[in-house]
């Protein structure tokens, strides 16, 4: 079972950047396809990102052009470069597969806020 720990979350002024890190055990990771989330206070958990296992991406429409997902197969870890924050992209992201495995085994996030 592929095991995986999310870093790199803060506390950001609007407009500014953070770096999200999601590390994976496990030798698979290289063929899985894997993807940011992210749930706000009082709504549900949405994709916000994910990368195939060739490396294509797809954004959901309130990110494209501001945030960008990568893969290192080596170090075993997904990243999610995050640009010019707003309010509303305050929550807390989650990494996993892409589509969801069963059970989902989500871990703890990290927390994103973007506030003045």
């Known amino acids: 079972q592929v095991q995986l720990v999310e870093s790199g979350g803060g506390l950001v002024q609007p407009g500014g950047s953070l770096r999200l ?3 994976a055990s496990g030798s698979i990771f290289s063929i899985l396809g894997m993807a940011w989330y992210r749930q ?3 709504k549900g958990r949405e ?4 990368i195939g296992s060739s490396g294509w991406t797809n954004y ?3 990110v494209t052009g501001r945030f960008t997902i990568s893969r290192d197969n080596v170090k075993r ?3 999610l470069q995050m640009n010019s924050l707003k309010p509303e992209d305050t929550a807390v992201y989650y ?3 892409d589509p969801v495995r069963t059970p989902p085994d989500w871990g703890q996030g990290t927390q994103v806020t973007v506030s003045s």
């Open 77 to 79: 870890t997904v990243y």
């Open 21 to 23: 890190s999601c590390a």
């Open 60 to 62: 959901v429409d309130s």
């Open 95 to 97: 990494c996993n597969t």
């Open 40 to 42: 706000a206070p009082g």
């Open 47 to 50: 994709l916000v990102a994910r």
